[in-house]
């Protein structure tokens, strides 16, 4: 298709809970770079092929800077995650970058999620005693894919989990891209912010053995620290990104291992193939949310196209895990896939600081799920799953099971 | 199985070396998720560090798939050696 011809909607039009839509496959053939139209009718440039995505996610020309004047807006009120004020308080690249990253990635270690796996488990097998006594059919998503990771991250941040449905809400509003009007969700956001600022002003006074009381006493930036709006900023931003994200992959990784016994049975037979099982869901979610957005300041080449200066970039993800020149037969899900460099996580300097956090939340459903209910099955066939409309994060509004 | 029934005859008879970018690295812990012989992070930032840089045969898979995943290409392997 000619870009100028067709422009298309962006994010795509697609039914399928758990397929992909069939333009990803065309685009990544014919048209790797798309002109397409955002909900707020601004339009944008979509990638779908493997190595561009990867390229453009690790590239700094490749900005965050998505509140630029002419940078264009997802939302039709110009809300959301991406572009609000909340995003340019942490710094977006360079050293100041690298110097946040690696004063809050220390909490996010590999060994440290080894050393929080116990509680996890605990915490799963919990959830799924609570789900049986209730009885099937039990929804899986509401049982247990959302309580996990909210208590998890909130235990690293020390907000107490009693809060969890105002969270639930205010990074709803944060993520939604269509849901909500300006009003509501700059209320929702006034809330969630001074909701933080008494927490970091509560534990300034009463430092706790978490994550946010860590970046208070470690002094301000005189210090090498963090300053106050930057601390605050951070716990509403792990608090939303620890919240909804992983909590919607559970409930898709379940769904796409159930949909085909076979996998399951395979998982029951051999559950040294969890990690990469979870690697493979990673890469197979076709209902993965938005993608990522960037924005040039200078003109730049992708793919032998020239992108002018000014261009909003839309990088699938999902669309590039696809891709047959990167994952020999992309179309299947291999549970014995390896290596499996998939793109979910993004690439580069911005990749997900919390993926060991979400690695091992989702190892340790899918372990603790084939040990306690290996008689799991769907209570709804696929073409019943609905998806969740208009969420930067795409996932599924309920997963019925029963066992 | 004998060589000859090998797809790669010697590989497994090379070294192998292993080199990480610590101004690269984002902390993102495949690596030591994946080979933590060969792989750790520093407890105060979560950068990478390098256990053993000769990693011994029955672990060269293992860094392998690291070095394939990791999201910021810090780990490079030279299998000349």
């Known amino acids: 298709m000619s870009t100028d011809e067709q422009v298309l909607s962006y994010p795509i039009p697609n039914d399928a809970a758990l397929d992909p839509p069939a333009e990803w496959a065309e685009l990544r053939a014919t048209c790797p770079v798309a002109h397409v139209t955002l909900p707020s009718g601004d339009r944008a440039t979509l990638l779908t092929r493997y190595e561009d995505v990867k390229q453009v996610l690790a590239d700094p020309r490749f900005t965050r800077q998505l509140n630029a004047p002419d940078a264009a807006r997802l939302s039709a009120d110009g809300g959301g995650v991406f572009s609000g004020e909340m995003a340019t308080i942490i710094p977006d690249s360079g050293e100041e970058h690298q110097h946040w990253r690696r004063l809050v990635g220390r909490w996010f270690t590999a060994k440290r999620m080894n050393a929080m796996r116990p509680a996890m488990i605990q915490i799963a097998e919990d959830l799924v005693d609570d789900m049986v006594k209730r009885g099937a059919p039990g929804d899986l998503r509401a049982s247990l894919g959302f309580p996990l990771p909210v208590y998890v991250i909130c235990d690293m941040l020390g907000v107490p989990a009693a809060d969890r449905d105002r969270f639930s809400y205010w990074s709803d509003t944060l993520l939604n891209l269509t849901r909500y009007g300006k009003a509501e969700t700059e209320a929702a956001q006034g809330e969630f912010f001074q909701y933080m600022s008494d927490l970091v002003t509560a534990k300034r006074a009463e430092p706790g053995d978490d994550l946010l009381s860590e970046l208070i006493t470690a002094g301000g930036p005189e210090n090498g620290g963090l300053s106050d709006i930057q601390i605050l900023v951070t716990g509403m931003a792990l608090l939303v990104a620890g919240h909804e994200t992983t909590a919607n992959m559970i409930g898709k990784m379940v769904s796409m291992l159930l949909a085909d016994r076979s996998r399951w049975e395979r998982l029951l037979a051999d559950p040294s193939l969890i990690r990469t099982a979870v690697e493979e869901s990673l890469r197979f979610d076709a209902n993965s949310g938005f993608g990522l957005p960037r924005y040039l300041n200078a003109e730049t080449e992708v793919s032998g196209t020239i992108l002018p200066r000014g261009t909003t970039v839309v990088c699938s993800m999902a669309a590039a895990n696809r891709d047959e020149t990167a994952f020999e037969n992309a179309g299947e899900m291999d549970l014995t896939r390896s290596p499996n460099p998939h793109l979910s996580f993004g690439s580069g300097a911005h990749s997900c600081l919390g993926q060991a956090l979400a690695r091992t939340e989702l190892q340790v459903v899918l372990e603790v799920l084939l040990r306690r209910l290996p008689t799991l099955e769907p209570a709804v066939p696929v073409e019943g799953l609905e998806r969740v409309e208009g969420l930067a994060v795409g996932g599924l509004r309920e997963v019925p099971v029963r066992w | ?81």
Do not use: N, W, Y
């Open chain 2, 1 to 81: 199985m004998t060589p000859d029934h090998r797809g790669s005859i010697g590989k497994e008879d090379m070294d192998m070396k292993v080199v990480v970018d610590e101004a690269r690295c984002c902390g993102a812990g495949q690596c030591v998720l994946i080979a933590p012989e060969v792989f750790d992070q520093r407890d105060e930032d979560g950068v990478v560090v390098l256990l053993e840089p000769e990693p011994a045969e029955d672990r060269h898979d293992a860094v392998r798939e690291a070095a394939a995943v990791c999201p910021a290409a810090a780990i490079q392997v030279d299998e000349d050696a």
